[in-house]
């Protein structure tokens, strides 16, 4: 089988993709055939080197991580970083779950807007204590500027960190005034999987793809993913779709 994966630290250059034996899954592994996968921040960051505590040893490293999540019903969500993958999926969840979802973005927020949110704010032009309102429920999937973003939660809101920088300014929340940042990071269940495969075949939940790659251009979507603004998803199509 292909798959796509480096033998060096360095720029999108550094992905290739070789022939690799199958994997033996374990008794509680699932061995999957990957039809599309997603170019992620973490994905840049852990090819450039960094995060290298978290990535482990050894090479050749696989590329390749998605996330998915919920929120409650009648929260009023701001979503940072609305434009990506991450962002553009949890501004349709909160939607159809009854959220009002704003979403802070770049300068081209098309994607977070057909996502649902109601409200895009540029973050070059915007500072956090310019949004106006409060939120009861803060997703930040960028990890830039999270305290300040903390100060627009309503009292007794919530605010969840999914990226690297989580353990950091989880620590940094918990020592100065105000409500604590969580981390989360989580393996999703069958269960959820399933409403969400549901959910994309029923109509409330619709991918947004900013742009489609076959396995031999994974450095271009790298380079793409380092170059470009965000608009939804960067999607490898495998040799099996």
Same mark, same amino acid.
């Given at each position: 089988?292909?798959?796509?994966?480096?033998?060096?630290?360095?720029?999108?250059?550094?992905?290739?993709?070789?022939?690799? +034996?199958? +994997?033996?899954?374990?008794?509680?592994?699932?061995?999957?055939?990957?039809?599309?996968?997603?170019?992620?921040?973490i994905?840049?960051?852990?090819?450039?080197g960094?995060?290298?505590?978290?990535?482990?040893?050894?090479?050749?490293?696989?590329?390749?991580?998605d996330?998915?999540?919920?929120?409650?019903?009648?929260?009023?969500?701001?979503?940072?970083?609305?434009?990506?993958?991450?962002?553009?999926?949890?501004?349709?969840?909160?939607t159809?779950?009854?959220?009002?979802?704003?979403?802070?973005?770049?300068?081209?927020?098309?994607?977070?807007?057909?996502?649902?949110?109601?409200?895009?704010?540029?973050?070059?032009?915007?500072?956090?204590?310019?949004?106006?309102?409060?939120?009861?429920?803060?997703?930040?999937?960028?990890?830039?500027?999270?305290?300040?973003?903390?100060?627009?939660?309503?009292?007794?809101?919530?605010?969840?960190?999914?990226?690297?920088?989580? +353990?950091?300014v989880?620590?940094?929340s918990?020592?100065?005034?105000?409500?604590?940042?969580?981390?989360?990071?989580?393996?999703?269940?069958?269960?959820?999987?399933?409403?969400?495969?549901?959910?994309?075949?029923?109509?409330?939940?619709?991918?947004?793809?900013?742009?489609?790659?076959?396995?031999?251009?994974?450095?271009?979507?790298h380079?793409?993913?380092?170059?470009?603004?965000?608009?939804?998803?960067?999607?490898?199509?495998?040799?099996?779709?």
């Amino acid at each position: 089988m292909r798959a796509a994966q480096y033998r060096r630290y360095g720029g999108p250059e550094v992905l290739e993709v070789a022939e690799v +034996p199958r +994997p033996e899954p374990g008794p509680k592994d699932l061995l999957v055939e990957v039809a599309a996968a997603s170019v992620n921040a973490i994905d840049l960051v852990w090819r450039r080197g960094g995060k290298r505590i978290l990535n482990g040893r050894g090479f050749p490293k696989g590329t390749g991580m998605d996330f998915a999540g919920t929120v409650r019903e009648g929260d009023r969500l701001l979503v940072v970083g609305g434009n990506g993958g991450v962002g553009t999926t949890a501004i349709q969840l909160a939607t159809a779950l009854g959220a009002s979802v704003d979403a802070v973005t770049g300068s081209e927020p098309a994607a977070a807007l057909q996502a649902g949110a109601e409200r895009a704010f540029d973050y070059h032009s915007v500072a956090p204590e310019r949004i106006p309102g409060r939120y009861t429920a803060i997703l930040d999937a960028v990890g830039a500027d999270s305290l300040a973003y903390r100060s627009l939660l309503a009292p007794g809101g919530r605010m969840t960190l999914i990226t690297t920088s989580g +353990p950091i300014v989880a620590v940094a929340s918990a020592v100065r005034p105000g409500p604590r940042i969580r981390m989360m990071s989580a393996g999703p269940s069958r269960e959820s999987l399933t409403r969400l495969a549901r959910a994309v075949d029923d109509g409330p939940l619709r991918p947004i793809i900013a742009a489609r790659y076959c396995l031999d251009g994974i450095a271009q979507a790298h380079r793409d993913a380092e170059e470009l603004p965000a608009a939804g998803k960067r999607i490898i199509i495998g040799d099996h779709p």
